[in-house]
């Protein structure tokens, strides 16, 4: 399967992963991006629907988490810095935004566990709410 252009600069990471609460003591379950589409998921900057910096071109669930690969706007000034932040190390923070579709409580372990969800889009954050969703390659050419 064929996911990226020719010569496009992508990035790979989880947006989430499965089983470990994030900082506002939400958890997402296996299963709760069962059929999730790349397809017209853009990726933002810090969530801001006025900065986008590229679209979602795969997203699947695996073993660990919703893994995902996304290619920048090409000659884009918002890609290039957000590339270059990457690059640098300064910056390997990924998150989501979603639609909760089912989602139950855990009043036991304090928890909100996510269990059927809709993908809106992907962030490059700073400060992920799951510290373990990141950025796990930059790959491609620059032509920005």
Sequence with gaps: MQIVTEGALR?????????VPDRGRDVVRRGAFAGV???????????GAE??????????EDARGLRIVAELAR????????????RAGALSGLSFGYRTRRARRDRARGL??????????VS???FPMQPLARVIGLFGEEEQ
């Design 37 to 47: 589409r790349a397809e017209g998921v853009p990726l933002l900057w810090q969530h």
């Design 124 to 126: 490059l954050v700073t």
């Design 51 to 60: 900065r986008p910096v590229g679209r979602l071109v795969h997203a699947e």
């Design 75 to 86: 000659r884009s000034r918002g890609a290039a810095e957000a590339a270059a932040l990457v």
């Design 11 to 19: 990035l790979a990471g989880y947006a989430a992963v499965f089983d």
């Design 112 to 121: 909100r566990e996510l269990l059927d969800l809709e993908l809106v889009e």
